[in-house]
């Protein structure tokens, strides 16, 4: 999965690969709220993303940061609208503005054209209630979108289920266990445990098991395309995500 740029506007600018480990990933980017009973002014360009400022470059709100439970009200129906899963939803200050950052994910993965989408979509959802009156920011904000990386911990029967081919490492009971997932349903999951050619396949209920760790497997990788090689991490960055 390549990593890209969101414009407000709805246009796409492509950029070099970026964090591979947290998939492809789109920015949205805004000046300030609307000033309420004012029409919104014209974009102005940023590195990141087209940005929009009120018609008088004004800054409404309280002192206090955005209400995150209000924010999750606002983005959810929005992504299941499309579709898709939230993952994460954190909210972060990055000097003046804040830091939106949501994670979807779905069945057979999200790719650039996908999280482009869902950028604009929630990024309308949010400026549509702003417009409304309603103050979500108090000042600038940036929205990113991405999809979850390899380093995800598995925590919820989907992620399991999404997993299914890879090889993972889990804690079930007293016990350490590194194997491949066979397959996995609402119930629980089938790990095939032991040497290539020499495994023992293990039936586990979820409430059995710990959360689980997908294990980079660089042999592997070796026979990957370049495409495919795209969803290994590379780097890493310091936000963290709060797991849906």
Known sequence: MAQGH???????????????????????????????????????????????GSAQGAVH???????RARLREVIEPVVASAGYDVEGLSVSRAGRRYLVRL???????????????????????????????????????????SSPGVDRPLTLPRHWRRNVGRLVQVRAGEKQLTGRIVAADAEGVVLAVGDPGKTTEHQLGYDALGAGKVQLEFARAAALSDDDLEEFPVDDDDFEEDEA
């Open 103 to 145: 994670t979807v994910d779905h069945d057979g993965g999200v790719n650039l054209d996908a999280v482009a989408d869902v950028s604009r979509l929630v990024s309308r959802a949010l400026d549509d209630v702003e417009a409304g009156g309603e103050e979500l920011f108090a000042g600038e904000y940036e929205l990113q979108v």
């Open 6 to 52: 969101g414009r407000g506007d709805g246009r796409r600018a492509g950029a070099p690969r970026g964090n591979p480990s947290r998939g492809a990933a789109s920015v949205h980017q805004r000046r300030s709220s609307p000033a309420r009973g004012a029409a919104q002014g014209p974009a102005h360009g940023a590195a990141q993303g087209a940005v929009h």
């Open 61 to 67: 709100g309280s002192a206090h940061g955005p209400n």
